[in-house]
Each structure stands twice: as C-alpha cells, then as structure tokens.
C-alpha cells in the first residue's frame, strides 16, 4: 500500500506562510495524481488543491486560487502545498492525498490513499 506523511504544520500568524509536504515511502505513488484536502471541524472534507503526475495540470479551489501553491518534486517522492498569506478560516487538518489517472479529482471520494493529516492553526 501507499504511504503518505503529512508534515509542516504549526500555528501561524494571520498573513503569514507555510509550506506542508507530503512524503511517500519509497517510489510508491509513481504515475499518481496528488491532492490536498482539508477539513476543519464539523465540517467535510473540502478540496484544496491537486496536481497531475508530471506537475503540468493543476488544479485549485476558487477560494484558495492566487494564495496557495501546489508542486511536486518526483525524485523526492513529495508533494508540496505552499500557503501564502493565511486567514483564520484556513484553520484546519490538511491530508494529501493520491490517486492513478482520475479523471474527477476535486472529490475526496476519488482518493485511493491517505496520509494522517497535519494540523494548521492561523491565529487572529
């Protein structure tokens, strides 16, 4: 099975940045697609960010497009959320996520695999 390690987060001030990374063990997740999610409590997972297996597609959730960066560095076996200029609202549990060749992949249900997720708490 694949496996993913969330690290990266922390707390942070309200406009400040934070880069998480997501590590497969190994080559595992060669020729996957990759997502971030997160999800805040009592509330779904919500999409985030995602990119395709070559870095050439990505893709982001409306809201978060022009503040986050999504990238991916194969050689490392890790995936990349850069998180600029941060609100409270973006106070949540971030999980990456991986998947072969979907062809929908703003769904959490579209996800083979997991990581534990990594906490991100933006102060006021």
């Known amino acids: 099975q694949v496996q993913l390690v969330e690290s990266g987060g922390g707390l942070v001030q309200a406009g400040g940045s934070l880069r998480l990374s997501c590590a497969a063990s190994e080559r595992t997740f060669s020729g996957y697609a990759m997502g971030w999610f997160r999800q805040a409590p009592g509330k779904e997972r919500e999409f985030v960010a995602a990119?395709?297996?070559?870095?050439?597609?990505?893709d982001y959730a409306d809201s978060l497009k022009g503040r986050f960066i999504i990238s991916r560095d194969n050689a490392k076996n890790t995936v990349y959320l850069q998180m600029n200029s941060l609100k409270p609202e973006d106070t949540a549990i971030y999980y990456c996520?991986?998947?072969?060749?979907?062809?929908?992949?703003?769904?959490?249900?579209?996800?083979?695999?997991w990581g534990q997720g990594t906490q991100v708490t933006v102060s006021s």
């Open positions: 990119i395709s297996w070559y870095g050439g597609v990505t």
């Open positions: 996520g991986a998947v072969p060749t979907p062809r929908v992949w703003n769904s959490p249900g579209a996800y083979e695999y």
